[in-house]
């Protein structure tokens, strides 16, 4: 039994491993430039659409929470340990060097968080309480000509969405969490911790299950205050690592730009570093951080209050823009400033003494005497807690779709019980099985967004470039037969 174990996760492994590879990368980077194209670089509207994701509720347009809440929802699934953790693990293994490659994914990447948002409100219903449903299945089975292939692809997409949840929505950042608020309590007999973390594993199930069965509403009053709170506390954070190294934060830059393309790193890439190493460090992390193009995001933004699918749709392009562009690059910039301001951290990441990724961030925080350390730990603990409530609601909208109504109840309760599972340990081998499904979920979101790219280029000339953002979309939002 046991080397049946052993080798099914071997192969899970690899099966990871292939999904999360040049295949996957090539697919959203190539999804990225194509609709970056097709939208006449939408990226040009940033401001525009900054302007419109604060300006509140529509009025006189339908939907179930504000355009904000929308976004902060969507953020909160995705601003997660991706943003510290991620960042320093592409510099870890890809040098500084993917940091640039991790940007360049997140300046391309929002043409595609547009593209997939304007789709997803474009094709969303209503169910026969007048909760708006959408998403990648929805946008596949109304709008692609082929219905018997629109229909297959969005039961896959649902189904990859659903298994992600528990792993990468649940799980991994549950177990994130109490690793983090272990480290700060000092506990020696493992049963003790167990025990510790059993009782933190409670506290999280509660607080989680107070905001998730309110629905979007509740979760959207939750990451409305959460999300910008979080983001600053740790932005400050950074800023203030960056001052101390002021006289370092030009040579980080040239840095991270110069190595992107020779490959000869100063420091970084444990594993060896070369331009392919960075460039496939720097997408992978930066794709797996803003999660443009996995079709995540759209699960939420298809329940916000909006005119048209333009509006939307640029107000979720500013995620991608807070998520990659902004917090990974202040990231980014902090390790490789702190790194060179400290020769000693940089000889223990060569000499193996800070041998993994977690580690060199912990370091660069330590460099803030006493509150560094106190704010990379709540930070984590924030981040991690919004990615579950996040996360929580992108399963619930797949569950919605496989079951209906009645699946959500049973849904909620496993999802609870996988956040617990994840605060005692949980199980690398459900983390890799669900970060497959992350992967996968691109698959078909990808093939709606390329799709159906003729449509969205349509409706971005009219709503965006013929200056119409403030028109109200007059088409019937089709009502959905519930189980």
């Known amino acids: 039994m046991d080397a049946f174990v052993a080798a099914f996760s071997a192969g899970v492994d690899a099966v990871d491993s292939f999904v999360w590879g040049w295949v996957m990368i090539l697919l959203l980077l190539g999804t990225h430039l194509f609709m970056t194209v097709r939208t006449k670089f939408i990226q040009r509207k940033l401001g525009t659409a900054i302007k419109l994701s604060v300006s509140g509720k529509d009025a006189d347009a339908e939907g179930d929470v504000s355009q904000f809440g929308a976004l902060t929802s969507a953020l909160a699934a995705t601003i997660g340990t991706g943003n510290i953790v991620g960042v320093a693990t592409g510099l870890f293994f890809g040098g500084p060097g993917a940091i640039f490659w991790m940007w360049i994914t997140g300046v391309f990447g929002i043409a595609t968080k547009y593209a997939e948002t304007l789709i997803s409100v474009k094709y969303r219903v209503k169910d026969h309480n007048g909760e708006m449903l959408g998403g990648a299945m929805y946008a596949l089975e109304r709008g692609f000509k082929h219905k018997g292939l629109g229909k297959v692809l969005a039961v896959l997409f649902a189904v990859f969405a659903f298994i992600a949840s528990f792993g990468i929505g649940a799980s991994v950042q549950s177990n994130s969490l109490t690793s983090v608020i272990a480290a700060y309590v000092p506990i020696a007999d493992p049963g ?267 409706e971005t000339d009219h709503y965006v470039y013929e200056d119409n953002l403030d028109e109200k979309d007059e088409t019937p939002i089709p009502t959905v037969a519930t189980k």
């Open 192 to 458: 003790t911790l167990l025990g510790f973390k059993s009782l933190l594993g409670v506290i999280l199930v509660i607080l989680t299950a107070i905001v998730i069965i309110g629905g979007i509403k509740s979760i959207t009053r939750v990451t409305e205050k959460l999300v910008p709170l979080m983001a600053l506390l740790y932005a400050a954070g950074c800023i203030v690592i960056i001052c101390m190294n002021w006289q370092y934060v030009g040579t980080a830059i040239a840095t991270i730009v110069t190595e992107a393309f020779t490959g000869e790193s100063m420091f970084g890439g444990a594993v060896g570093s070369t331009v392919a190493l960075a460039l496939q460090y720097g997408f992978k992390r930066g794709l797996f951080s803003n999660e443009s193009g996995l079709g995540s995001a759209p699960l939420v933004a298809a329940s916000a209050t909006t005119r048209n699918p333009a509006r939307q749709a640029l107000v979720s392009m500013t995620g991608t823009f807070w998520d990659t562009v902004i917090i990974c690059a202040i990231t980014g910039i902090t390790l490789v400033s702190t790194m060179l301001a400290h020769p000693d951290i940089q000889a223990a990441m060569l000499a193996g003494s800070i041998s993994a990724p977690a580690e060199l961030t912990t370091a660069a925080f330590s460099t803030i005497p006493v509150l560094g350390p106190i704010v990379l730990a709540v930070g984590m603990i924030l981040f991690s807690y919004s990615t579950i409530l996040g996360w929580s609601h992108y399963g619930n909208r797949a569950v919605a779709y496989l079951f209906g109504k009645k699946g959500i109840r049973p849904y909620q309760i496993v999802f609870l019980f996988f956040v617990f599972w994840g605060c005692i340990g949980g199980g690398e081998l459900v983390w890799n099985i669900s970060d497959i499904s992350n992967a996968l979920m691109a698959v078909p979101n990808c093939i709606a967004v390329l799709g159906l790219s003729a449509v969205i280029a349509k």
